[in-house]
């Protein structure tokens, strides 16, 4: 029987899953830090926005978790899948997640920032030099 509501589910599931792409963001950037790419900048800056953008959402999110007294904790792990414990309001409900599905929510969030922060971009883009004057 489910005893946690589906808004605190969802709550601490974004909560989850946007921690989860916070490590994937911090991972790629030390890639591209240090591989062979010939011109690194434009990758940086984009996976920065990105975690910019993760982790003012993630603080939100964990206000609201702090207030309605929500955690989410790893209960578990194997090849196939990892569980997690949901607590909200005395009550504790456990969830497996198929770890292939988890990479799939994961990169749909990475799909997500990548998008607000290009629009955030479009916004913040200098004039080039190399276009000339508007209009």
């Not at 489910?2 to 030390?30: C, G, H, P, T």
């Not at 292939?100 to 030099?129: D, G, T, Y």
Request: hydrophobic share 35%; charged share 30%.
């Amino acid at each position: 029987m489910r005893r946690l509501k589906q808004n605190e589910l969802d709550l601490a599931s974004r909560y989850l899953f946007l921690s989860m792409a916070v490590v994937v963001i911090r991972q790629d950037r030390k890639h591209f830090e240090h591989g062979s790419f010939k011109i690194k900048e434009p990758y940086l800056e984009l996976l920065g926005k990105m975690e910019l953008e993760a982790r003012e959402e993630r603080k939100k999110l964990r206000y609201q978790m702090d207030q309605q007294k929500i955690q989410v904790v790893e209960s578990g792990r194997n090849d196939s899948f990892t569980s997690f414990l949901f607590l909200a309001q005395g009550y504790e409900e456990k969830r497996n997640y198929f770890n292939p599905a988890i990479r799939k929510k994961v990169e749909s969030i990475l799909f997500e920032l990548m998008h607000k922060a290009q629009q955030h971009a479009h916004f913040e883009k200098p004039q080039n030099a190399l276009s000339g004057p508007p209009g």
